[in-house]
């Protein structure tokens, strides 16, 4: 018992989801649609000149749109990760270009993906990582993202996070399942070589990121945004949440003393 006791009191990783939790989209305006068009122009551009000419790009877009919907629709009740590249090689398959002729991941280069205008670093976020990697505390991101994480990755470097995630970086698009399936916090725990005991997650999504973390056997705590309240429904309990992630230090210092180097 007292292994036991030892092992579940000894915390080796903290994990966080990256939109609203690491990445604060509150100031964030951009009207979407429009922003998208630029990336979707280059995809059909490309196809157009290297692949195949296809007929019409409104008939692309609107393709895209529709399958993106699907997938996302889907994924809510399969927990089946929707992917960007393969929406984008579908759409254009729908609207002429010879199947088999596109390479996922040519496509999403050309769509040439960067940090959108107005979503920002949360400003305590970089002082919190410091001391969990000061603390010998490994950390992970775990994202229900539809890109692959290399594009994420471009985001996260522009924000200056990328040094502070060297092992784990985890989307949803590379495992193939959306959280809160296991699966895809499984993938986070191997990568890190830990036991789920020995992590907790961080994430402001009550379903996704506490129910799915405290499923795979790991503490939840939730971070509450302002421009999210979230819908508690008593059948989520978190373990802890905060407002800010300048109290996860203290959450931890609770439930592990002894943590901080
Ligand atoms: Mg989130």
Redesign the pocket.
Known sequence: MTDTLETTQTLKAVLF?????LLDWSDEQTDWLAYEQQFLQRVFDYICQEVHPLPDMQAFIDEFHRLTREGWSAGRSTFIAPHLGRILVQAAEASGAPTGCLDDRRCLEVYGWKAVPGCRLFPEVPAVLSLLRDSGIKVGIV??AYQPMWMRDVEIEQHGLLEYFPDCRISAADVGYLKPHPAIFRAALKVLDIQPEEAVFV???PT??IAGAQAAGLRGILRVTQSMQPMLSGLIVPDAAINSLEELPRILDEWYPGWRV
């Not at 989801?17 to 939790?21: I, K, N």
């Open positions: 989801d990256l939109d609203d939790t994202t229900n994430g402001d999504n996704a990121d």
